[in-house]
């Protein structure tokens, strides 16, 4: 399967101060790449899709000025979390989809970026 | 409205028992259904699609649209089955609704 990495595996931040995490596709070059969260015992949450050159599309709920999402090369993908709150701690994951994706294709995912906002 | 169900979080059984994780979905489209798999200390990976009708590990899922279910099942658990997953509905352009999970434990 294709190899995805995310940087930094766990950060801890004061809160009111803003984290970048990276998403790394490594095998191919991906359009497009996806952002979900997840909080202890609950299930993956999809927050936004991230589309090479172009602006990302946010699900219901997720603020776009909070959560800002850069995808600006075919490899990366950076989610920002702007002015962190506690509440904001939880584990971020991103998944990417190979070139020419169907419904059917499945996405390679992350290993997770735990954010603890102190 | 899009929902997954998995009703159990924690399936405890034997090496060499059967086992059938729960999966039942919401959803007024043509559903697209996936199971991916979270090992200890491992990443996300995918299982199995329903479009696919294939046979993973021993494992196989039949989409049944009158029940609006993906149960996956195993004829035989192994103790390397152990392990978190997850049924997950694509509810278009890749976008995909999770379930909560279930946790598999399988004790020799």
């Known amino acids: 399967g294709a190899v995805v990495s995310q940087h930094p595996s766990w950060v801890i931040c004061k809160s009111g101060t803003s984290v970048k995490i990276e998403c790394r596709s490594l095998d191919f070059q991906a359009t497009t790449m996806f952002w979900y969260r997840q909080f202890p015992k609950q299930s993956l949450m999809l927050m936004a899709t991230s589309n090479e050159g172009s602006k990302a599309t946010y699900e219901q709920g997720v603020e776009k000025d909070k959560f800002l999402i850069n995808h600006a090369s075919l490899t990366l993908s950076t989610l920002t979390v702007t002015s962190a709150h506690p509440e904001d701690s939880s584990f971020y994951i991103c998944?990417?989809?190979?070139?020419?994706?169907?419904?059917?294709?499945?996405?390679?995912f992350g290993p997770g970026t735990r954010l603890t906002v102190l | 409205a899009q929902r997954v169900t998995q009703p159990e979080k924690l399936l405890s059984v034997f090496k060499g028992a059967p086992v059938e994780l729960k999966c039942n979905y919401s959803y007024s489209g043509s559903p697209e259904l996936f199971w991916y798999v979270q090992y200890s200390r491992q990443r996300l990976q995918l299982l199995l699609r329903h479009i696919s009708r294939e046979s993973i590990k021993g494992f196989t899922a039949d989409l049944n649209k009158g029940e609006t279910s993906f149960h996956l099942k195993k004829p035989f658990a192994q103790e390397e089955d152990s392990a978190m997953y997850y049924c997950?509905?694509?509810?278009?352009?890749?976008?995909?609704?999770f379930g909560t999970g279930t946790r598999l434990l399988v004790s020799p």
């Open positions: 997950a509905l694509d509810t278009g352009f890749q976008k995909l609704v």
């Open positions: 998944s990417v989809t190979p070139p020419l994706a169907s419904s059917y294709n499945e996405q390679f």
